[in-house]
């Protein structure tokens, strides 16, 4: 068996035909791409007996002829599947290899001279096959296909592969029976969409129904729908993306039994899977059913081209090659038909579907209504249905966390499962969980939501900025009347208060403010869900009314009156005239001589500051002396000498001079026990009459006369 490579211009002209020939026996081409100048093909080839089927790429000049044929083997079987041409100047063929009776994932690369760059087999489940492969946008590879258990039923299969051929990571789902992903292709904003086929027991039994996943760019799906035809089977196996669209082929009949009748389904949908906008079903030609085809693209100037192999009762294989306009209308001479969509529809009804092309019909369901003009006579009355009501939704999350900040999150949709991941990493497989920002930066927050049959998935980016922090020193504070404090703030953000006070912020502190009774808010800000607040309390402090007189002792002195005052018991320290802060305070003040004693008693813990006042008033220094004025010294013990009191005050800075009218010095004594008996120098007894006195203390004199009187 030989392989036919055919060009055909843009309305389907022949432009050349390059037939194929195996070297041995058999050469079956499944892929085609193309560089500049050349064409690639990938397939498999059976070069010996017993079957030892190999990896087979040829390369083909722009005209078709044959430059080169590369057979790879790894053991028993490889098969390759899709091709595809490089952004690095390399072709990559993806597949399945067996080596040891179980076929398994396959992917080579090879350089634009055939040499084989690198290898791989991935080995996922029992039986796994590749059936498609694009580019990532980080520099490597997410492929598709299918893996099978060990009852032989297959699941869908992602594989993220890095650009040397190291598996990244691996996604399968089994949420249908006999699943498995059959092509690939590129959205404009990043990611993917797969398509395939899958059975469940869910639907009517032996249906056959068509799978479309989105898969974001590190190989996680997040949206899956599902479409199955409620009396007969779809497939879907072609599929192209560009400008915001999706066009998607497949195959499928209208009835399980006998010969059915076959047609090429394809429609059109928006990157999201929210909207189609229009379907067509292609017929097959008469009395035949529709099998494989291999792709459907869009030309430059805007047509969609796809093929359909269609195999005919009398077992004749045909290969029909259509081409329509961008709403699918028709170019060729064959029949066809546009599809009604009843309210079972092609995607799960939600208000935001849309239909740029035809009428909606109710408020949640979209509903294209078939076209008055029918292109041909072609009858077929069946319709499409929907199996995937999942449509995943979390409660709202803020924009942007404090550092140190938790949030709660929550699925609000109504699938039974769920799954949340952090930058592409699960964490939780609950309907809730939690987000605890540790770590400034920003963070994607996904919600994969899922049932039996579909998934979808959503996502948040949260940016996690460092905690907004203030302070108020002090936190509490009480005040006195007419009494200015000094606020300190500590804030890593813009301050801001509750109050109405007219104060400036200097280097962190609100300087000398008269605060009143109340309680003062602040605030740091550095958004608006980045907040911290700083309270500051002021109470009016107590009033002291337990204030005791001071004590004041005088003490007489060579230098004058000597005030020793202390403050009352109740009162640790104050301040007083000096400046000092203390419990006693000691002065010399003149006789005759006055003073106005204030101290301050500063404010403490519990109370305003208060003063304790108390005026002090010296007397004459002859009025503490007592001195007499007239002596008789005759022995009776009665004013027998002059002498004052309190000497011993004044012991070694007194001084006592007599004299008489003349003024002559008769008598003087010095230090302690100072007094003048009526005699002289000599012990003369004087006569009587008056004298006079001159009595020195340090710096006082006194100076008075006394009669004596015998």
């Not at 991935?122 to 492929?143: D, H, K, M």
């Not at 100072?674 to 006082?700: C, H, I, M, P, T």
Request: hydrophobic share 35%.
């Amino acid at each position: 068996m030989s392989t036919i490579v055919e060009k055909v211009d843009s309305v389907g002209n022949n432009a050349f035909t390059s037939t194929i020939q195996p070297s041995s026996f058999i050469i079956e081409m499944r892929s085609i791409t193309h560089s500049a100048s050349s064409y690639y093909l990938a397939g498999t080839s059976d070069e010996v007996i017993p079957v030892n089927r190999l990896g087979s790429i040829i390369k083909l000049s722009s005209t078709g002829a044959l430059i080169w044929r590369r057979t790879l083997s790894g053991g028993n079987n490889i098969e390759f599947n899709k091709i595809i041409y490089t952004s690095d100047h390399a072709i990559l063929a993806a597949g399945t290899a067996d080596t040891n009776g179980r076929p398994q994932s396959f992917v080579a690369k090879l350089d634009t001279n055939g040499n084989v760059l690198w290898s791989n087999i991935y080995r996922e489940g029992n039986f796994s096959s590749l059936n498609s492969i694009a580019e990532s946008e980080t520099g490597g590879y997410v492929a598709v296909g299918s893996v099978s258990n060990a009852s032989f039923n297959s699941d869908e299969a992602i594989l993220h592969i890095s650009s040397s051929g190291a598996l990244l990571n691996s996604h399968i789902s089994s949420s249908f029976r006999g699943s498995q992903y059959r092509e690939l292709a590129a959205l404009d904003g990043g990611g993917y969409v797969a398509i395939g086929n899958a059975n469940s027991f869910n639907i009517p039994p032996n249906v056959s129904f068509g799978t479309i996943t989105l898969i974001d760019s590190a190989g996680e799906p997040y949206r899956t729908r599902s479409t199955f035809r409620f009396a007969g089977t779809l497939y879907l196996n072609g599929v192209h993306s560009e400008n915001g669209k999706i066009w998607i082929q497949g195959y499928g009949s209208d009835s399980i039994a006998g010969n059915p009748k076959t047609f090429t389904q394809v429609f059109e949908a928006d990157t999201n899977l929210d909207s189609v906008y229009w379907a067509y079903r292609y017929p097959s030609y008469s009395n035949g059913f529709s099998s494989t085809h291999k792709g459907i693209h869009k030309s430059e100037n805007g047509q969609l081209v796809f093929a359909s192999q269609h195999d005919s009762i009398s077992q004749f294989s045909r290969i029909q090659l259509f081409r329509a306009d961008s709403l699918g209308r028709y170019f060729c001479n064959e029949s066809v038909q546009e599809v009604g969509l009843s309210p079972r529809v092609l995607f799960p009804a939600a208000s935001n579907y849309r239909d740029s092309k035809h009428a909606h019909s109710g408020p949640t369901a979209l509903v294209i209504t078939p076209t008055t003009t029918v292109i041909a006579s072609f009858s077929c009355d069946s319709s499409i249905g929907v199996a995937c009501s999942v449509n995943a939704r979390m409660s709202p999350i803020p924009d942007t966390l404090c550092l140190g900040q938790t949030i709660a999150l929550l699925a609000s949709d109504n699938a039974p499962n769920h799954r949340w991941l952090l930058n592409g990493q699960q964490f939780s497989i609950a309907d809730t969980a939690r987000f605890q920002a540790s770590n400034t930066g920003s963070y994607e927050i996904q919600l994969i939501s899922y049932d039996s049959i579909c998934l979808d998935k959503t996502s948040k980016t949260v940016v996690v900025q460092q905690a907004a922090e203030v302070f108020v020193i002090p936190s509490e504070l009480l005040v006195c009347p007419n009494e200015r404090d000094d606020i300190r703030l500590y804030h890593s953000g813009v301050l801001s208060w509750n109050t109405a006070l007219d104060v400036e912020v200097v280097d962190s502190v609100i300087h000398s403010v008269l605060l009143e009774v109340g309680t003062y808010t602040f605030y740091s800000s550095l958004s608006q869900s980045c907040r911290d607040s700083a309270i500051l309390s002021v109470r009016a402090a107590n009033q002291r009314d337990d204030l005791e007189e001071m004590d004041v002792e005088e003490v007489l002195s060579c230098d004058g009156v000597r005030l020793e005052a202390k403050l009352p018991g109740n009162l640790p320290s104050g301040i007083w005239p000096d400046g000092e802060t203390k419990s006693a305070y000691s002065t010399v003040l003149n006789y005759s001589d006055s003073l106005f004693l204030e101290v301050l008693i500063p404010r403490d813990d519990l109370f305003c500051s208060s003063q304790i006042i108390k005026s002090v008033r010296t007397v004459a220094l002859d009025v503490y002396l007592n001195l007499p004025n007239v002596i008789t010294p005759n022995g009776d013990q009665i004013n027998d000498r002059f002498e004052f009191l309190n000497t011993n005050e004044f012991a070694g800075c007194a001084e006592l001079s007599i004299y008489n009218r003349w003024g002559v010095e008769v008598y003087s004594d010095k230090g302690h026990d100072l007094s003048w008996d009526g005699r002289s120098f000599s012990g003369k007894e004087l006569n009587a009459g008056v004298y006079f006195y001159r009595l020195l203390l340090g710096d006082q004199e006194l100076k008075g006369n006394v009669s004596l009187m015998r």
